[in-house]
């Protein structure tokens, strides 16, 4: 099998939908399963894949995991020669699952990659950034840092006629890592509940030997934070938790 599509959903039933009706228009001749682990929704979502997704696999949890752990759990099922973690909240593009494949198939020092998100009205969104350091995060959480280096930092301005590039870390709305590269590294860090949980694999990826790659030429739009806005002050101390937990794993407790 070529693909596995790996969806965490918790409340977004309309969007899911969405989501899972834009993957055959986008996954070309590839063979392809997948795996949605819904977190103890409420909405519906469970009967609605069901009825209307027959041929997707559905996890149920009775409680929510938290999205790194329900990540998991779908990627340990998973049989394909390529992951890919999907927001529930995106809309894949015509052939845009199959560029990214075909991309890896012929980089093998790809470990993972990452498409150009968009918002819903076809404009940027931040795609992929350098790894974090303590004078970015104090730039960004003094508000000055998008008034410093434009207003998409940390990822950079989008630019005509960008080419394809090695990069530090790709958003996880959208990443496709290699199976071997997952073998070797292992699954994402449960330390993480939310958040920065893409920019440690991003970084282990690069740790063992793999680069990660943007490519900006293959599309994808994400509505961004359909999840986490209902929960939203607790979503925003998640992020900063994760932030945090990300410098102390690489940098040390100081």
């Known amino acids: 099998m070529d693909l596995s599509i790996v969806i965490v959903n918790w409340n977004t039933r309309e969007l899911l939908a969405q989501c899972l009706d834009s993957i055959p228009l986008a996954i070309g001749g590839l063979s392809y399963e997948v795996i949605v682990v819904d977190n103890a929704s409420t909405d519906g979502s ?11 696999t559905l996890v149920e949890n009775a409680e929510n995991l938290g999205f790194v752990r329900a990540n998991n759990q779908a990627m340990a099922l998973s049989r394909g020669r390529y992951v890919l973690l999907l927001n529930s909240d995106t809309v894949a593009l015509p052939q845009a699952l199959a560029r990214m494949v075909d991309f890896m198939d012929h980089r093998i020092d790809a470990g993972a990659a990452g498409p150009k998100l968009l918002n819903p009205d076809g404009t940027f969104q931040a ?21 410093l280096y434009g207003p ?58 793999w680069n990660v790659y943007y490519l900006p030429d293959v599309e994808i739009i994400h509505l961004g934070g359909a999840s986490s806005r209902q929960r939203q002050p607790e979503s925003v101390a998640q992020l900063y938790r994760s932030k945090l937990r990300f410098f102390r794993k690489y940098q040390g407790p100081v």
């Open 127 to 147: 795609s992929y950034a350098d790894f974090p350091t303590l004078l970015s995060e104090s730039l960004s959480a003094a508000g000055l840092n998008r008034w």
């Open 152 to 209: 998409y930092h940390p990822s950079p301005s989008p630019h005509p006629n960008e080419t394809r590039q090695p990069v530090d870390w790709v958003q996880g709305a959208c990443l496709l890592v290699r199976r071997e590269t997952l073998d070797a590294i292992g699954l994402l860090d449960e330390g993480f509940w939310m958040y920065s949980e893409e920019t440690d694999l991003c970084y282990r990826i690069h740790q063992a030997g």
């Open 46 to 56: 469970q009967a609605m894949v069901r009825n209307r997704f027959p041929w997707v």
